[in-house]
C-alpha cells in the first residue's frame, strides 16, 4: 500500500503537538527536558529557560536552576556536538552514543594539530586534572599543554572535551547568575559511569516521540550522528509510514499524536536556539524557507522565534530584566499582535519585570 501523504502543514502540528507548543503542559521541568531529549544551551544561562517557559505552565527560573545545583540536569556536549541541557540519566545514555559524531568533528576541524598526538594519554591526564578541580578550557589546554609545548593549548582543550564527557558545573547556566564554563566529568559530578551498552533504537524512538515524524536524514540533522537509517528500517515494522510532499519516507510512532492541519496553533515565543528550528533537515514544516536567514546568521546565531498559525513569523529578544523587542517579518493582525504582546509580558513577568517592563514592536530584519 502506498503511505499516507503529510503536507507541511500536517507535519507542523505533529511537531508543535509533540514539543507542547499548541498547548502547554504542567509536567515537571525535568520530565520534559526528558521527553525532548535535552535543551540546546550553548547560549548562557537564557535559552534553556526560555524554551521551558514557551512549554510549560507555572514554571519559574528556581525550579530550573534547584535542578542544577542538585546535579538532576546537566550541560553538556550532544547533539550536534553543541552543548545541551540534559538529565543525569541521559546524560550518561547520550554521550557514548554520540561519541563517533564528536570524533569525526574533532577530526575535521582539529586533526591536522593533533597528528601524531597520543589521545588516550591525554584523556587520561585531562580527567586527573578536570576531575581535581572543574576547568576551563582555557586553564585545561594551558596545563595540557606544559608538557606539550610544540600543541596548540586550544586544540588540546578540544580533544580532551572530544575524548572525555565534560559537564559545565555552577554557577554557570544559573538564572540570575554568572560564571565561566569549568569542566568536570560527567563520572565525577553525577557519582556514576557511562551506559556501558546504550541502545541507538531508544535514541531514535525517543526523537520520533518529540520531533516525528521524521525521515532518517531528519535524524541525522537533529543529533549529527551518521549510520542510524539502518536502524531506521530494522524499527520499521513497529512504526508508521507515511511520505512528504515532496515523496520523501518518513516514519513515526503509531500512537504519537498527528492533529489535524487546521487544529488551531497559538502565538509562541520560541527561545534562541530551539530544537524546533535545528532538528529537521527541512525545517519548512515551522520555519519558511524565505524567512530562514532573518532567523539563523552566518556567524550561527539562532533568534528567538515568534510562532504565528504554527510558523515563523517574526524573532524576539529579552534585552536585560526589563524589555522584550518583537520584530515580525510582516504586518499582524490585531488578534495575533496582542497575543504576542501577551506572550512577551509573560516573559517579563518571568524575568521579574513586572509592570516596569515594555514590549517594544519594531521593523526591520530579526
Known sequence: MTAPVLGRRALGRALLARQHLLARTDQAPAALIHHLGGLQAQAAPQPPYLGLLARLDGFTPERLSTLIEQRAVVR??????TIHLVTAEDCLTL??????????ALRTTYGKRLTGLDLDALAAEARALVEERPRTFQQLGALLAESRPDRDPAALAQAARCRLPLVQVPPRGLWGRGGPAAHTTAEAWLGRPLDPSPSPDDLVLRYLAAFGPASAADLRKWCGLAGLAPVL??????????????GRQLYDLPEAPRPDEDTPAPVRLVAPFDNLLLSHADRTRVLP?????RVMTQNGIVHGTLLVDGLVAGTWRLTGEREVGVVPFAPLCRADRQAAEAEARRVLAFAGAGEDGAVRFEDGPG
Open 76 to 81: 553538556v556536549a550532544l547533539q550536534r556536538g
Open 95 to 104: 554521550r557514548p552514543l554520540l561519541q563517533p559524531m564528536l570524533e569525526q
Open 289 to 293: 524557507e524565505e524567512y530562514r536567514g
Open 233 to 246: 528500517r530494522r524499527l520499521a515494522p513497529r512504526l508508521a509510514a507515511f511520505r512528504d510532499d515532496q
